[in-house]
């Protein structure tokens, strides 16, 4: 026998060896789309342990604005900063929960650019749960936002008429509107060549529509032409369905304009992000 023959011979004993080995045990089932989805929700939530300076941001962000715009503004726009934090403590809780869905697109784009979801595609689970566990991950940080935003808000004076059920009720609502706002930034953040593009192309769009909205004055100060636009933004549906959850003074389309708004934003890109995932792993 040669030496090539031997060398044959041996290799495919090798591979016969290895073959026996991983086919003696018992393979495990097949993990269900639930299960994955899970995994990836406990593993969004373990990124608050490990990346604690996400806190921050998530703490300090909605603080800073409800502290700045109160009192250096509220005194010009409402003739009293306690007057003003009635109407923009609302307001600005939209803000907060809109804000945070920015980091959906960074953290899924980070990931990409990591290699980490090149090593997900390569395991026998459900691949949008990858997705779908960081976006149900990231409604902690909306809890987080609003229960920081509203505590501060209380202890500067603010006074919900609505009660604490008003306050809970506006908290779903807004959290459900940032969930399916979180789908947009998920379609970028797959898209998106670096994480810093994620978060820049993101504020160029999120400013315009926070500061063009009812969030921090009124419309009715503001020319025809521009009142057109607050009135078309979802931030001001937002903004106004929080406001009158609030205060009590909530109607039905008040709260069903802004789920209309959420599902119709869901329909649209929740799927367009699927399609982009699956097309880039497909590269």
Known sequence: MTTEQQTLTTSATSEDRLRTALSAGERPPRISAVSATMTHLWRALMAFKHFPV????IVLMPLIFLLMFTYLFGGAFADST?????????????QAVVMMTVYTGTSLNTDIHKGVFDRFRTLPFWQPATLA???????????????TTVGVGLLLGFRADGGFLGVLLAALV???FGFSVSWIFAALGVVASEPERVSGTSMIVMYPLLFMSNIFVM???MPGWMQNVVDANPMSHAA???RALMHGTADFWDVGLVLIISAGLVAVFAPLTMRLYRNKNAH
């Open 219 to 221: 419309p009715e100060t």
């Open 82 to 94: 306690e007057e003003y934090l009635q109407f923009y403590l609302p307001g600005v809780a939209v």
């Open 240 to 242: 106004t369905a929080s």
């Open 54 to 57: 996400q806190l921050i941001d």
């Open 174 to 176: 807004l959290i459900v």
């Open 133 to 147: 566990g960081n976006l149900l991950g990231d409604v902690l940080r909306y809890a987080i936002a609003l229960a």
